[in-house]
């Protein structure tokens, strides 16, 4: 008899919701399921059950690659003394209005 | 049963967001990549006439500061290009439209940055245009195009100030300084209140572009918006707009302004402005020189996936 697949065999799914029209999908959590099919509807079950969502993404992990939590700080580093990428950095007169 | 475009117009009517997957009119579809690429368009093109100056800013502060300008111009290209990819075009495709000269990007990029001040003239004028016509795209109908538009106007934010710091910074200048200043404004000025485009009897996408709500003002009355406030904020630089016929208008509640030199506006569309060729020229080159990239990262990727796969 073939060997039934578990859960764990599943691969693992990440979420995205879109939780109003407008907005974009937002990461919501992960989930395993056999297909995608699966997936989106255990997603709806698990993460929108009181209408948090019109609009489901699911990804499987694996097509993810996310940059290093260790390596943070030096991947950031680029924007962290570039203050002049703010408006407030510009020193403009009271009266100068609309800008 | 409603149908298709039923469900379409109802959404429009009621401010519902279309998102890529949406059922949309062919012609809806149509009118966004042709606005959504020439946007695109025009962020890249953009940085042509800034990036002249890179090497030659006045100071440290101002080098920076125009190199993280002309940074986020590349950025707001890629928001935008990413987001008429949604619409079933390839980056590809938009990139030989440009190329080939079948699309537009805005005209005012056809215009050459002679002194230092035009890079001020640039942000104050070019980038208030800018913004005053981008702010409403924020809430346009088509959901990517839209959300692109947020991210762009928050980080617009800076540029224009950097501009209008730069033509303070002139206007206390020496009496050579303040002449640059009032030259770059008086060179600027008309090419940015066309920005908005044609009239609004001469604009042929306006209409239904705004019965899609894609835009919400019309052409001459986010010009009428921008003059307004631009009267008022050269009184700050003690400088002077070049329309003797500028007054201040009670009845109305806006500054009435002289003749636009249309000939002019539709000279530049069809390629005859100073710098039309020389730009789309500059954009080829940039594209065919950095081919080598191109390919050496797709091989380079080729590469590591197959020593992974042996491995």
């Known amino acids: ?99 | 049963m409603l149908s298709s475009e039923q469900i379409f117009e109802d959404k429009i009517e009621r401010e519902i967001r279309i998102e890529p997957k949406d059922w949309m009119p062919e012609d809806y579809r149509k009118m966004l990549i042709r606005q959504m690429s020439q946007h695109a368009h025009s962020e890249i093109v953009g940085m042509l006439p800034e990036g002249n100056w890179i090497t030659r800013a006045p100071s440290l502060r101002r080098k920076a500061t125009l190199i993280a300008k002309v940074q986020d111009e590349a950025g707001h290209g890629l928001y935008l290009y990413s987001a008429t990819e949604t619409l079933g075009i390839t980056r590809e495709e938009t990139l030989q439209q440009l190329h080939s000269g079948k699309a537009k990007y805005s005209s005012i990029f056809n215009y050459p940055t002679l002194t230092w001040a035009d890079i001020g003239a640039i942000g104050w004028l070019v980038d208030g245009a800018a913004i005053m016509n981008q702010v409403p795209l924020c809430r346009a109908s088509f959901g990517p195009y839209a959300r692109a538009m947020v991210r762009i106007c928050k980080e617009e934010s800076f540029h224009q100030r950097q501009g209008f710091e730069i033509l303070l910074t002139l206007s206390r200048g020496s009496e050579a300084q303040q002449k640059m200043c009032q030259d770059a404004i008086s060179r600027w000025w008309w090419p940015s209140v066309m920005m908005f485009g044609p009239p609004d009897e001469a604009s042929p996408h306006s209409q239904k572009s705004m019965q899609w709500k894609i835009k919400r003002f019309s052409n001459d009355e986010l010009r009428q918006k921008f003059i307004d406030v631009c009267a008022e904020q050269v009184k700050v630089l003690g400088m002077k707009l070049p329309d003797e016929k500028m007054k201040w208008n009670e009845e109305t509640g806006h500054y009435d302004f002289g003749e636009i030199n249309w000939d002019e506006f539709w000279n530049v569309v069809n390629g005859n402005g100073p710098c039309n060729k020389e730009r789309l020229a500059a954009r080829i080159k940039a594209h065919e020189d950095g081919a080598w990239v191109r390919e050496a990262a797709v091989a380079y990727a080729v590469k590591r996936s197959q020593s992974f796969n042996t491995a």
């Not at chain 1, 990461?27 to 209408?51: C, F, I, Q």
């Not at chain 1, 499987?60 to 407030?88: C, L, M, Q, W």
């Open chain 1, 1 to 99: 008899m073939e060997k039934k697949s578990a859960p764990a065999d599943w691969p693992l799914w990440e979420v995205f919701i879109r939780t109003r029209q407008g907005l974009d999908h937002k990461h919501a959590g992960s989930l395993h399921a056999a297909d995608a099919k699966m997936a989106l509807e255990n997603a709806r079950d698990v993460y929108t059950r009181r209408n948090e969502g019109i609009s489901i993404w699911v990804v499987e992990s694996r097509h993810i690659h996310a940059s290093s939590p260790e390596e943070a700080g030096a991947f950031f580093d680029p924007a962290n003394d570039k203050v002049y990428r703010y408006p407030t950095f510009y020193q403009l007169p009271d009266e100068l209005k609309n800008i």
